[in-house]
């Protein structure tokens, strides 16, 4: 699983702000200080403190020449930890076909006219 932004939650792990970055805690709890060469488990602490938690994105396998994935908008709390579940859908024959044209475009095999 990959780290895809923080969270913060209630008492009950109701979700207040997601994502949740460094300037949201700096701005909601300016008695925080944070020194640049802070450790990633310090700065965790400090998270935990305040109720923010790190998030990981789900692992997934997705073939991006004949699929595409959409990440949930929305973390979920699964045995403890705040995971992004993703949806991997095929593509359509038509949606296919564009990929190999942006992409044959994108290297210059195709000009703007599709020649």
């Not at 929305?74 to 044209?101: F, H, Q, S, Y």
Request: proline share 4%.
């Amino acid at each position: 699983m990959s780290f895809c932004g923080m969270i913060k939650v209630d008492e009950d792990n109701n979700i207040i702000k997601f994502p949740y970055f460094i300037y949201d805690l700096l701005a909601n709890y300016p008695e925080v200080i944070v020194d640049k060469n802070i450790s990633i488990e310090e700065m965790n602490k400090i998270y935990a403190k305040y109720s923010i938690y790190p998030v990981h994105e789900e692992s997934f396998t997705c073939d991006e020449s004949k699929q595409k994935f959409t990440p949930a908008e929305t973390p979920v709390l699964v045995d403890g930890a705040w995971i992004r579940k993703v949806t991997v859908e095929n593509l359509t024959e038509e949606e296919i076909e564009k990929r190999k044209i942006t992409y044959k475009m994108s290297v210059g095999l195709l000009d703007e006219n599709g020649e």
